[in-house]
Every structure is written in structure tokens, then in C-alpha cells.
């Protein structure tokens, strides 16, 4: 299974961008597809995350700014960022959990190469 992401760039603060993630292979079933992010020096931190049935988390310094969404049908997470600030910039990552794939037994966690969200006047 791959995870490939796209979308990050540099924006202005109280700009926005929209991070994109498509889950490639042989797969049956993605539980739950999220986000996360690492900034320099950080560790790597949940940013949201949506399961199939469509439930949302999101950390508590992104709510009401970003909003994650998901089509099952094609494997593919979204997030859109809006009123981005400086302490937003990170490298984000995207997350499938508990993927069933065709032929391998058990399930299992994947994730992306990262992209690089930069935010800065």
C-alpha cells in the first residue's frame, strides 16, 4: 500500500491550502485515514482523523480552522486547512489505520513521504 500526498506549499498567514492523500494496492478496507504533522524539533502530533463512517477528531489548536474529509470509494483523505498561522508550519503526514488488504492476513498501518506546509509572510 502506498500513501501519496499533495497540496503543501508556502501560504501567508490567514491564507489557506488544501492537503490531498491517495491510498494505492490492493486494498479492502482502510478503518480510519488521518493527518499528522511534525514541526523542527518536534515530535510528530495527530492534526485529525476521520473513520470510514465518516467520525472526525481533530487536536484542539486546529478545530474550526481545518476540516478533514474522506471518500471510501477512492481511498483518499483530505484536509483543508483555512486561517493558517506561522505555528502551523510542519511537515504533514497522512495516515491509513487498520488497512485490509487482498491476500494478507491481519492489518496494518501505513503512512506518506510527508508534505512540507510553510507559513509565512
Known amino acids: 500500500v502506498q500513501l501519496v500526498e499533495s497540496g503543501g506549499g508556502l501560504v501567508q498567514p490567514g491564507g489557506s491550502l488544501r492537503l490531498s492523500c491517495a491510498a494505492s494496492g490492493s486494498i479492502l478496507s482502510i478503518g480510519a485515514m488521518g493527518w499528522y504533522r511534525q514541526a523542527p524539533g518536534k515530535q510528530r502530533e495527530l492534526v485529525a482523523t476521520i473513520t470510514s463512517s465518516g467520525r472526525t477528531n481533530y487536536a484542539d489548536s486546529v478545530k474550526g480552522r481545518f476540516t478533514i474529509s474522506r471518500d471510501n470509494a477512492k481511498n483518499t483523505v483530505s484536509l483543508q486547512m483555512n486561517t493558517l498561522q506561522p505555528e502551523d508550519t510542519a511537515v504533514y503526514y497522512c495516515?491509513?489505520?487498520?488497512?485490509?488488504?487482498?491476500?494478507?492476513?491481519?492489518?496494518?498501518?501505513?503512512w506518506g513521504q510527508g508534505t512540507q506546509v510553510t507559513v509565512s509572510s
Open positions: 495516515n491509513a489505520e487498520r488497512v485490509l488488504e487482498v491476500g494478507v492476513t491481519g492489518l496494518y498501518t501505513y
